[in-house]
C-alpha cells in the first residue's frame, strides 16, 4: 500500500495563492506517476495536472496552466501543486492519485482530499 496524505487546503481570496501538498508513504519505488485532480460540488472529477516520478515530466489541464506549478521532493517523496492567481473556479476537493504505470488513466491509489475554497 502507498497512502498518500494530503494538506495545505484551506480558504483563500481571490488573486491568492496556496500550496498542496501530497506525501506517499510505504513503498513508493514503483511510483511511475503522481498527479493532482480535483472535484468541484455537483462536478466530475477533473483532471489538474501530473508530474512524471522519475524524471519530473510535467503536465497540465489548459484550466491550469500559468497559474499553477507541481513539483516532487524525491527524497521525501513528496508532490507539491503550487497555486497562484486563484479564482473562485478553482474551489473545489483536491485530490492527489498516484499510478504505477504510464496506462492511460490508470490510477493506483487516491488520497482522501483537501478543500480549497476561494472567495470572489
Not at 77 to 100: F, G
Request: proline share 3%.
Amino acid at each position: 500500500q502507498v497512502p498518500l496524505v494530503e494538506s495545505g487546503g484551506g480558504l483563500v481570496q481571490a488573486g491568492g495563492s496556496l500550496r498542496l501538498s501530497c506525501t506517499a508513504s510505504g513503498r513508493t519505488f514503483n511510483t511511475y506517476l503522481m498527479g493532482w485532480f480535483r472535484q468541484a460540488p455537483g462536478k466530475e472529477r477533473e483532471f489538474v495536472a501530473r508530474i512524471r516520478w522519475t524524471d519530473s515530466n510535467t503536465y497540465y489541464a489548459d484550466s491550469v496552466k500559468g497559474r499553477f506549478t507541481i513539483s516532487r521532493d524525491y527524497a521525501r517523496n513528496t508532490m507539491y501543486l503550487q497555486m497562484n492567481s486563484l479564482k473562485p473556479e478553482d474551489t473545489a476537493v483536491y485530490y492527489c492519485a498516484a499510478s504505477n504505470t504510464a496506462a492511460p488513466g490508470n490510477i493506483d491509489y487516491w488520497g482522501q482530499g483537501t478543500q480549497v475554497t476561494v472567495s470572489s
